[in-house]
């Protein structure tokens, strides 16, 4: 009889992991098929760098000389990054989409 309680715990213990991995697996499972991850070599994250760079230089150059005024230029200088920044990646987001398509549909 002892047995039988033993084994009945075991298996309620069984049961609950097993419930527990499934609600884990299929609420994983729909975050990560929604996920976007880009793939960006080294080398493009060193241009991507570079045009951030050249882009807030320019901005603060441009701003500087037409306003005078420092919180003018670091204004544009992030605006003019944030613009380069999404211009440059968007190559690589077009093709996460493509890649994803049918799973972002059941995304969005």
């Known amino acids: 009889m002892g ?3 033993i084994g009945g715990y075991i298996f309620v213990a069984l049961v609950a992991a097993l419930l527990t991995f ?3 697996r ?8 929604c996920e976007v ?3 960006l070599t080294s080398s493009m ?3 991507l760098k570079d045009n951030l760079e050249r882009a807030r230089s320019a901005a603060h150059s441009a ?3 037409d306003k005078h ?6 204004q544009a200088e992030e605006q003019s990054a944030e613009q380069q920044f999404v211009f440059d990646l968007h190559d690589q987001l077009a093709a996460e989409y493509r890649r994803h398509r049918r799973a972002l549909d059941g995304c969005f």
């Open 3 to 5: 047995l039988g309680r």
């Open 63 to 65: 701003t500087m000389a």
């Open 37 to 39: 991850r880009m793939q």
């Open 69 to 74: 005024d420092p919180q003018a230029a670091y």
């Open 45 to 47: 994250l060193s241009a």
């Open 22 to 24: 499934y609600a884990v």
């Open 26 to 33: 299929v609420t994983n499972g729909d975050t990560a098929r």
